[in-house]
Structures are given as structure tokens and as C-alpha cells.
């Protein structure tokens, strides 16, 4: 076999990266290493694939990741992307998180991606990254709550990372600090107050994905002065808080996913403006949470034209979810009278949690939109985070369904995950 192809087959033996961070230990059983211990030929072609080698994920809560295996990655790869997950109890030694961090700065110029969750220890290193980043594109920074005010002085070493094009900081109170010099983002994630969300974005006009969670609570709207945010390359936007669409301009807005909650009922003036203003039509929804039902036909109502859903259920009870999930399934049937979203061609479905689903409900859903005249519906998707219970009757329906032409996908663990990710603009690459 040609080694290329042998190393085509070596590089699509490497898990996903949420798969690295959960092993328990290290083991030259697991790809990459296991190629290097077949025979000779097949060493030699893993030792020189650099792709092979290029991502380094580690969490120390499970284990203390060998220094000689990260050094095994750093001399086989071109360019890093690294995955570091510290971790600290109290009374525990944390020295080798310590030195296997600071060994990785050592290499820094190299890095292309860094995902990191920040603990005390680590914070005194972070300065010496200054202009020692310049191919960095891609950073995420998880920060404890307890450590944001250390972090935010330490972290302008990123006004010096000229390549960077995506960002997201877990708790973010300092905007200057997370911004390069040379402005280029293009996707921008983010938990942070209001008005740091506002001062990023205004400095921000390339983005073209943004996730804006307002943290830890919205302001007082009744009392800001209305400074819009003008975006206009933006495609893809998840606001937690539907009041702050009234402070965003996005001209070539296609996506959007909003954070609902039970306790919502009001259809809010900000949407009204915000789709009022909007010079392109709004082609793909998101609701997330556990959204009131008269608020949700309402939005529904209001966006006419649209032609994919998703309906993102994050539970405050089992009971609850299921109740919800039920009646927006409900809604999503067209009657004689109401004739809901009329050009919608795709529909998803996703649980966050070990969730159930009223499946033969959702079923008879499909089934309506399928036998509509013009027939639209073209293809649904139903994304679990456990092994999904179909009952007798909802496999044959939905398998009707799919013989019939309707393009049904069920999706589970890792891959809901991922899907969800892409529904609430945030980055399936941190695992």
C-alpha cells in the first residue's frame, strides 16, 4: 500500500477531540501511538505525517499527560493545536501541569489553536506569550470565577496575535484586553456583561458568526441609550436575551438562535424592530430553551418565510421538557385555519440532556408537512444525547417517511452535540 494512502487511513484513526479529553490514561495502544509500534514501514510513515501529530489534548483531572508524549507531538507535527484542560483541588500538586504548560509556550510560535481552562497556577505564564503567537487563529479560554479579575490584566499578550480570526473567552470583563492590535475576527464567542459585548462588537465589523451570552445578568434596558451595532458581514447570531436585538444591525443576517425561558411570554418591540430593519429576509430560526408556547407562535408568525427550524430543548425538569417539546410539536402542525410556517423545508429537533420525546407525535408532525400541497418539507433531524426509545409505531412511521423521499436523520451523543454547537454559533473544534 502507498504510503500516502497508509497515511490518509492513520490521520481518520484520530478520535474526535472530546474522545482525548475523556481517556483516562495514557496508552500506546490508542491512535496516534499505535501506529508506530505495528512494524518499521508503518513507523516510519506515522513518524513523518505531521497531521498525525498536529493535536495535543489533554486533561489533567483524568491524568498527568507525559511530558515525553508532548514532546513526541511537538517534534512530529508542522503546526499545534492545543487542547489544555488544568485542574486543581485543594492539597494537590499541581507541578506538572506547571511545567507541561510552560514547555508548550516554549513552542508557542507554532500554535495555531488553543483551547485552555485557566487555573491559578498558570496565570504567572501567560505575559511570556507576548509576540510569541503569530500563527495563532482560533482561541478559547475558559476562566473559574473566581479567577476573572487575575486573568483580565495578564491576557493583553492577544493584542499581539496578528493571525487571530476566532475567539471565546468564558468570562470576559475587560474587552481591550481580548482584542488584538490588528483587528481581523470573524467568529466571536463570549460570556460577558453587556456593555463589554457592545465594545467588542463595535470593534469587530469582519464577524461573520457571533454567540453574545449576557453574563451574569442584561442590563436595565429601560435605561441605555440605544448605540446600535453595525455588523455587516454578520451570517450567524445566538443572543441570549431577545431585548438586546434592538442594539443590532446585521444587513446579511441569515441565521439566528434565540435563548427563550418559561417566564417569556411577551412578544418583546426589539424583534419587531430588529426583523422591521433587517434588509434581507430571515431564512433559518433557533429557540433554545424552554420557550412559552404563545410567545413561540408569535415569533413563528412574525418570521413567515422561513425555511429551516430548529427547536433546542435545555430542561428545567424531564416533565417540563417533554410538556414543552409536545406542544411546539403540536404548533408545527398545519391546520385548516392556520397554516404555520409555510415554506419551512427543513426541521431539527435537539435534546440537551437525557431527555424523551412524544415520537409518534412528532411523527404525525412530519407526516402533516410531508402531505402538504406544494409539498416543501424536504428533510428533519431529531439529535439526542442518549440512545433514543422509539416505539413500534413511530419506526414505522418516520420509516414510511423515509421510503416516501423525507431525508430523516436520528442523531445521538457526539453528534448532537456537534449539531447543537452549530445551532448556537459556537465552535465544534474546543470538544
Known sequence: MPP??????????????????????????????????????????????????????MDFANYDYPLEAAAAHVERSAMLKIHFYAFKKPWT???SQTQMFSYLIEHSLRWEDLCI??????????????????????????VDGDLTEEVAPVVNFLQTAASL????????????????????????????????????????????T????????????????????????????????????????????GQITLDLFPDECDFPPAFERFLANSSSTLRRLGLRGMPDLILTGKI????????????????????????????LIRLLIPTQD?????????????????????????????????????????????CFQHEPNLSSIAHLQLGALRCGGLDFTLTKVGNAQEYMAHWLCRPGWIG
Open 4 to 57: 500516502e494512502i497508509l497515511a490518509e487511513i492513520f490521520t481518520s484513526s484520530i478520535p474526535v477531540v472530546s474522545e482525548l479529553l475523556d481517556r483516562e490514561s495514557f496508552r500506546i495502544e490508542d491512535s496516534p501511538w499505535v501506529w508506530t509500534h505495528i512494524c518499521s514501514r508503518w513507523r516510519a510513515v506515522a513518524i513523518s505525517t505531521p497531521a498525525l501529530w498536529s493535536v495535543i489534548a
Open 93 to 95: 500538586d499541581t507541578s
Open 117 to 142: 481552562a485557566l487555573k491559578q497556577d498558570l496565570i504567572p505564564l501567560l505575559p511570556s506569550l507576548r509576540n510569541r503567537i503569530p500563527s495563532l487563529r482560533r482561541l478559547w479560554v475558559q
Open 165 to 208: 480570526v476566532e475567539i471565546g473567552v468564558s468570562r470576559c470583563l475587560s474587552p481591550g484586553s481580548f482584542l488584538p492590535r490588528t483587528n481581523q475576527l470573524t467568529h466571536y464567542y463570549a460570556d460577558a456583561p453587556w456593555d463589554v459585548h457592545q465594545e467588542i462588537l463595535r470593534l469587530s465589523s469582519s464577524l461573520v
Open 210 to 253: 457571533a454567540h453574545v451570552n449576557l453574563f451574569p445578568e442584561p442590563p436595565d434596558w429601560s435605561t441605555l441609550a440605544c448605540e446600535v451595532v453595525e455588523l455587516p458581514q454578520l451570517r450567524c447570531l445566538f443572543i441570549s436575551h431577545i431585548e438586546a436585538l434592538a442594539y443590532f444591525k446585521t444587513p446579511l443576517l
Open 300 to 327: 413563528l408568525r412574525a418570521c413567515a418565510d422561513l425555511s429551516e427550524l430548529a427547536i433546542i430543548i435545555h430542561p428545567v425538569t424531564d416533565t417540563l421538557a417533554y410538556e414543552t417539546s409536545s406542544a
Open 338 to 382: 392556520s397554516g404555520i410556517l409555510p415554506r419551512l423545508s427543513r426541521i431539527h429537533v435537539a435534546f440537551e440532556g437525557a431527555l424523551s420525546l412524544d415520537h409518534e407525535l412528532y411523527a404525525q408532525m412530519l407526516e402533516s408537512r410531508w402531505n402538504m400541497r406544494p409539498r416543501v418539507l424536504q428533510a428533519a433531524t431529531v
